[in-house]
């Protein structure tokens, strides 16, 4: 039986790393990070995560700054946010909560976010600097959680075949891309293999290590997986609970039941990737005061 992989245990471990760091930094520079929240609307997911990101940065020390939006809110009215925020010191970081409403152009919007603020890590500039292997940059904070998750259950990557199921522009391909770079945090050979695949499966049986990004219940099972594989599932579906059907409970895009007898360690969900998320968010955060305050 594959060995839980506690995404709340370790993200609860770098909160309180982040937040006695940030406290040593308060004491000594008298101001503390920043991080700007935007949300344009009020889809009730997004909502729930404005109010955890909320949450996160009270437990941190860092100040919270919500700007929460008609949804009716013009693109140059956000346009102009952004410019704001851009310039006001006090805020180190800026997240636009996803998605925007649909007349609301969302890359421009994100383009329009000063890169050394872009703690999201979707900015060109960000992603770009990723590419090639530039560390100072802004990984995105899910793929950021799960390559956290990776090294600490595999001690040695160098080498390791690292399968990513999903070629997203927020998980699949930056994933791929930060853990093929030459550090002890990586380094390993990465396979994106997506719904274009014939055979999904091929792939993820070769894969030491399996990430699974794609979107979909049960889109892994156990006879796709190789044994003894270290699986990340970052999948996120809501269905219908099985005791009662007024109410629902959420899944990941792998068939835990059957893989954890084959993998030999796990992600649950919920419990694994979703708390490393807005961890890395903070330890983003972190990061920018430090370069924008000279710090590092």
Known sequence: MAEIIDGKKIAAE?????????AALKEKTHIAPGLAVVLVGEDPASQVYVRMKGKGCEEAGIASFQHILDPMTTE?????????????KDVNGILVQLPLPRHINEERVLNAIDPGKDVDGFHPVNV??????????????TPYGCQILISRYVKDLKGKHLVIVGRSNIVGKPLANM??????????????CHT?????????????????????????????????AVVIDVGVNRIPHPDDPSKTKLVGDVDFEGVSKVASAITPVPGGVGPMTITMLLQNTLKAFKIQNSLM
């Open 14 to 22: 770098l909160r309180e790393e982040i937040r006695k760091e940030v």
């Open 76 to 88: 140059n009215e956000l346009l102009a946010l952004i410019d704001t925020l851009n310039n006001t």
């Open 128 to 141: 770009g600097k990723m590419v090639v292997g530039d560390e100072n940059c802004f990984y995105p904070c």
């Open 179 to 192: 853990m093929v770079q030459k550090n002890d945090r990586a380094n390993c050979v990465v396979t994106v």
């Open 196 to 228: 274009a695949a014939p055979d999904i499966g091929y792939f993820t049986k070769q894969g030491d290590i399996l990430v699974v990004a794609a979107g979909r219940q049960n889109v892994v099972t156990a006879d796709m997986v190789k044994p003894g």
